[in-house]
């Protein structure tokens, strides 16, 4: 397991929680991260993700702002600040970590597929 992600739980509609990731055995700072969720019988979607730096980040369009990324690399942490949390925000939401250099386009950090390390997800359930 290279990263592990903490925070998740059951809240109530409205509400927020703050998910955090931190590596395990190895840095990352070097590294984009990004936040990725999945629901049951859906496909695993980007949700936002930060450049190593901190200076760039994206948020999936229809977060419509209420999540914020952000990222401490003293700590090796990346948080992922969740508001206003609706019941089709529920699902496991994964931390992820990949090697984008200084490029940072859509194309790559987008894609699941492009993401090189993962955690094992925690789960985030809104309750109505």
């Known amino acids: 397991v290279h990263l592990i992600e903490s925070g998740g739980g059951l809240v109530q509609a409205g509400g927020s929680l703050r998910l955090s990731c931190a590596p395990s055995g190895r840095s990352f700072s070097t590294y984009a991260m990004g936040w990725f969720r999945q629901a049951p019988g859906k496909e695993r979607e980007f949700v936002s993700a930060?450049?190593?730096?901190?200076?760039?980040?994206d948020y999936a369009d229809f977060l419509k702002g209420r999540f914020t990324i952000s990222r401490d690399n003293s700590k090796s942490t990346v948080y992922l600040q969740m508001n206003s949390l609706n019941p089709e925000d529920t699902a496991v939401y994964y931390c992820?970590?990949?090697?984008?250099?200084?490029?940072?386009?859509?194309?790559?950090?987008?894609?699941?597929?492009?993401?090189?390390?993962w955690g094992q997800g925690t789960q985030v359930t809104v309750s109505s």
């Open positions: 992820a970590a990949a090697n984008f250099g200084n490029s940072w386009l859509p194309d790559e950090f987008l894609a699941v597929k492009n993401w090189n390390y």
């Open positions: 930060i450049t190593w730096s901190g200076g760039s980040s």
